[in-house]
Structures are given as C-alpha cells and as structure tokens.
C-alpha cells in the first residue's frame, strides 16, 4: 500500500521542518535543547498539520531512544502498560520515548498511569494537543512537563514546503513536476496553515496532472478543482496575507465598518478563518474592551458558532461581529494598564504581598506580628473599605486609568462618590419629578409643588393621562406654581422637543419654559452642545441631569445651586429666581472634557436626573375607543 506523500515526504531534520521558527530556528532555546541530546518531557500544543508530529518523530530519531506512538482516541491503559513492560528490555536499551497523539482524549485515570514513569525518568514523554492544555491535561501531569506552542503554518511557510515536495515527488517518480507560480500560491492559501492538507491536495493534483515533454504540469485550473475551500489569489503588487490582516483589524479599530467587511472578505475568499476569528477576538479585547465590555462574550460566541459551522455560513456571524467591534465605543484603558503592570513586574518593581492579604490562619508563638488585619469589604458601607493591596514598595502606583468614554467615565464616577473623592457633599435629598411624554412635544420635564390643594388638586390629576399636548401641559403646570421644561431639546428621536413638528413650528413656545436642560448623560455630544448653545441663547436656567436608565450611568451629571435645596418648592423657587447670581449652575465645560476634572467639593448638590415617568395608567384615544398601557417608572 502506498503511503500518502505526507508521510512519505515528512521532513527527516529539523532543518528541514517548514514554519515554527519561533521553536526551530538556531539559537532558540528549544532547538539548542534538542540539538544537545537533552530530551525533557513536553507537551505540544496546536493546529493539525503544522508539524507537532514530525518534530517529535525527528527528535526521536535522533536521541537513539525507541520511540513508541499512541493516539488519544484509539489507545487504551493497556496499551500503556504494553509500553511501559518495555522499560529495561533490549527492546528499549537506550530508554524509551512515547509520544502521545491526541492527549485532551485521555482520561484522567489514563494520564495518572503515566505520573510515576515520568517522574523517575524511565519514559520521556512527548505529547500532542490540539485543544488548550492547561484545561484538558491533568495538572500534576503537566507539571512535569514543559508547554510548547506550535503555530499555523503562514502561506509561505506552506508554498516552500508545497514547492520542496513536488521537486522529491517529481525526483521519485522519474517525472518532473511544474506547478506554476499562481498554482502554487492557490495551494498555499486555500491549505489554512496545514501542511498536510497542502500535500494532500498537492499529491491528487499530481496523480492528475497529465504528462507533456516528460513534465507533469500542474495547472491553477486543476488545484481549485481539487482543493475544496476556495483562495484569494494575491496580487503581484506585494498584497500579502500580513498586510491584509493588519488592515482587517486597523478597520475595525478606526471604525470604518465597510473597510473592516473588505478585508474579512478577503481573508474567507482566502481559506483563513483562523486569522479572521483570532484578529476579531483581538480587536474585542483590545481597542474596545471596557468602552463597551458586554462585546467580548459577544464576539467570542460569534466566533465559536463560525468555527462550529465552518465556512462559507461562517461569514454570517463573523460579519454581524465585526460591524458590532467596527461600530462599537473605542477603548483601550485595560490593555495600557496590563502593560504597565507588567512593565513593573519584569522590572522587578514588587515587594513582599501586604499582610494583611496574604492566606495566614495562624500565627506560630515566634511570629513578630499577630493577626492578619484584613478588613471584609462586604462588611462595610457601599462594600468597600479603605486598605492597601499593592505591596509598599509600589503602594502607590496606579496603572489603570479610566478612559473618556461613557460606560468607564460612569465607574469613574461612582467610585469617586463612594471613595468619597468628589468632597463632602452630605446626605442627597431625593426631590420627586416627571419626564411627561407629551402628545406633540416629546418629553417635557416637570416639577410640582409639595403641597397641592383645592382646585388644583383636580388640575395635577390631569398630569397623570400621558399624551396631553404640550401647551395644555404648560397651561396646567403654570396653574397649580409648578415649572418645566424640555428634556434634552436636540436628541435624536420624537421624544426631543426640537425634532418635534411642534417644536419646529411654533419656536416661540421656547420662552414658555421655565429652564433648559443642557446636559444629558445619555444623550449624544452635540445634543447637548446645541442644548447649552440654546439656554444661552433665550437666558433661561440651565439643569444637567443624568436621565438613567441604568444604575452605573448615576452620577455622571448634576445641577449646582447657590442655595440649599431641600424639598421641591426650594427647586422651583430657585429655578424662577430673576437674579442671575442666584441661578442654577451647570458645569458644562466639565461635562464637555469628560469629567477630567471631577475633585471639585459642592456645597449643596441638587440631583435632577431622577425624573419619573407619570404614575397612572396611559390613556390613548384611537379609532374611536380608548387603549390603556402600562406607564413605565
């Protein structure tokens, strides 16, 4: 039976191996350990067909110790035992070298049998995985041994590799073989980094190829008849698989969703959904991370489901992924701070662990010092106490810095409430208000009066019927001495009473209300910057609120009054002040730059951003019967 030309040509010197350069090359540790005929347990770990099993087949060879092959998923623990009868024997004189194929599929039982001969070196072991060793290797197993990661072989590792096969097949077979330079490249892109799969694709392309002038010539024609997955042809203009990669995931972090598209196309035209999910996973974590953190388990299941259902339906997911990473919030905060610590800890920049984190229990009767000290965060208010973790050589450093987008400027913000970072502004006192989502108008903020009597008690019930018109609502505020105003006037939607066709219509109605709010948390930039720009403009107060849908955006925004604000009629009566110097203060320019400045002590805080959407239930008016909703809250 005639052997497949993987086999048949497998390299017989590490010199010969295609790729792992990183491993292989002179001068790298592993091959000077190897070239020294020491021969330490380990474990290699990668992608099929990149050379994990010819490695250890050379290496075998080469140490003079008879070398025995398992496979994880057919081998069984007599199997073992067959070999390791073997120790001692003229059958192993020089000692014995197993390698084991497919170790992830050997159960925990069948990896201890292996401990004790490992251990006393009567075996050396060499074993292969695809899968993560640090999750499928037994522990004390792979404690004895040393990890090795063998990567995906590049195009041009796969092209030598292709085009030093043909010249040994060509060679044996009496028969030169020709594989034009597009052939080549075509075989090299659609193999995915496995060599083998190149060499298989290779050899039915040869036993094909027909014979002209003693020459068999392999056309581009015929390998894309053979080779299933499709390639990308590069261009003669140095387009290259490292170029393309590069500009894959530089799209994606400079936001350009259709560029990002371009290349992903290109890497699956090319076979490479290895570097199209790794670069995707990369970008994820990399330049968008804590801006919008929910997108790495994201991005990790639209990777998976590619992996698991292999192209060409892979495009689907990768393509809803990537216009999410291209899209999505930019930051890089958790990679710079990473980086930072780890600059330190290979400066040797350390110190002994604060003790009062370090796992004591007890202290024997010669300890100097008794008790470990620690403080149980959870013991205390908000969960939080003030304590040293970073050692005291280094108690100071910090190495994150939270980022100007808004989720980390959100954590930033509560943090500095909690750490009490932002002063002492004394207890908050919760005032109660309405965001009314008006029939006309969009969303118009609405503060009432503590104390409502007589008549007016009948007016404030009319509040509760969402959908009146704008000037209705004004008309029956004004009445009972409440104010109100636009919620953020310029956010996109219907809900902002500049996008409104009342709004653009009737301007005027501006003057009506009592105050503008100039900054929302939750609302885009330039809204609030045309919101600010227009307060100005019609002298009216101005409030900030951080209009929270979600407990971190708390905190982000606030209104400053010169006076102390207690109950509602204390608002209302500051908002209405005429005296200039008596106003509302909302310090926008702060909020402009992203709280960059956020140490500032406030002598009386006055929240309103804790609007609440009217209580009853909605009533609308539509072909002729009434409908009811639930209010949100």
Not at 36 to 54: A, C, D, E, L
Not at 193 to 202: E, F, P, S
Not at 347 to 361: C, D, E, V, Y
Request: hydrophobic fraction near 40%; include cysteine; charged fraction near 25%.
């Amino acid at each position: 039976m005639k052997e497949p030309l993987a086999q048949r040509l497998r390299p017989r010197t590490l010199d010969e191996v295609c790729g792992q350069r990183h491993l292989l090359a002179p001068g790298q540790v592993f091959r000077r350990t190897i070239d020294r005929g020491v021969i330490p347990n380990m474990i290699f770990y990668g992608p099929s067909g990149v050379g994990k099993t010819t490695v250890a087949s050379i290496i075998a060879a080469n140490s003079g110790m008879r070398l025995y092959k398992l496979n994880g998923t057919t081998a069984s623990t007599s199997d073992i035992k067959s070999v390791l009868g073997d120790i001692g024997t003229l059958h192993a004189a020089n000692g014995i070298l197993l390698y084991l194929d497919e170790i992830q599929y050997f159960n925990k039982r069948q990896q201890q049998s292996l401990l004790e001969c490992v251990e006393q070196g009567t075996v050396t072991l060499i074993a292969s995985t695809t899968e993560n060793p640090y999750f499928y290797v037994y522990n004390a197993l792979l404690s004895r041994c040393t990890v090795f990661e063998f990567k995906s072989l590049t195009a041009e590792d796969i092209a030598e590799g292709v085009k030093h096969a043909a010249q040994r097949l060509g060679e044996s077979d009496g028969t030169p073989v020709n594989i034009p330079v597009d052939a080549l490249e075509y075989l090299a892109q659609s193999a995915g980094g496995d060599m083998r799969k190149a060499l298989g694709n290779l050899e039915f392309a040869v036993n094909a190829a027909p014979v002209q002038d003693g020459t068999r010539l392999v056309t581009l024609e015929m390998v894309t008849q053979v080779a299933q997955r499709t390639a990308m042809r590069y261009d003669k203009e140095g387009d290259d698989h490292y170029d393309i990669v590069s500009a894959y995931q530089k799209s994606m972090r400079g936001s350009d969703p259709d560029a990002a598209l371009h290349y992903l196309a290109r890497l699956l035209e090319a076979g490479d959904l290895p570097s199209a999910c790794r670069r995707l996973m990369v970008c994820a974590c990399e330049d968008v991370g804590l801006a919008y953190p929910q997108i790495i388990p994201i991005v990790k299941a639209a990777v998976d489901a590619a992996n698991m259902l292999g192209l060409p339906e892979a495009r689907i997911p990768l393509a809803d992924a990537v216009i999410l990473v291209a899209t999505s919030p930019k930051s890089n905060t958790g990679e710079a701070a990473i980086d930072r610590a780890l600059a330190d800890v290979r400066a040797g920049r350390s110190g002994p662990i604060p003790r009062q984190l370090q796992n004591k229990h007890y202290d024997g009767a010669d300890a100097a010092v008794k008790g470990q000290h620690y403080q149980y965060a959870h013991d205390f208010a908000n969960h939080w106490v003030d304590q040293q973790y970073l050692p005291d050589a280094i108690r100071d450093r910090q190495y994150y810095q939270f980022g100007d987008n808004k989720n980390e400027q959100a954590a930033a913000a509560y943090w500095q409430r909690i750490k009490g970072e932002l002063g002492d502004i004394g207890h908050f006192t919760v005032l109660k208000g309405i965001e009314y989502d008006t029939r006309n108008g969009g969303h118009i903020i609405i503060i009432l009066p503590d104390t409502i009597k007589g008549a007016d008690v009948m007016k404030a019930r009319l509040i509760s019927i969402r959908g009146l018109s704008v000037v209705h609502l004004e008309k029956i505020v004004h009445s009972i001495g409440g104010i109100l105003g636009p919620a953020h006037p310029y956010d996109t939607g219907y809900y902002a009473f500049m996008n409104t066709r009342f709004g653009k219509l009737h301007p005027e109605f501006l003057e009506k209300f009592d105050f503008i709010e100039s900054y929302n948390s939750v609302a885009k930039h330039s809204a609030n910057e045309s919101a600010h720009e227009l307060a100005l403009r019609l002298d009216k107060p101005q409030t900030a609120g951080t209009d929270t849908h979600r407990p971190e955006v708390i905190g982000t925004s606030w209104t400053e009054f010169p006076c102390s604000i207690r109950c509602n009629d204390d608002l209302i009566a500051a908002i209405k002040d005429p005296t200039r110097a008596k106003r509302p203060s909302v310090p926008y320019e702060l909020f402009t730059n992203m709280h960059r400045d956020r140490g500032r002590i406030v002598e009386h805080l006055g929240i309103v951003g804790y609007w609440l959407y009217n209580r009853a239930e909605v009533l609308y008016h539509g072909f002729g019967r009434f409908r009811h909703r639930k209010a949100r809250y």
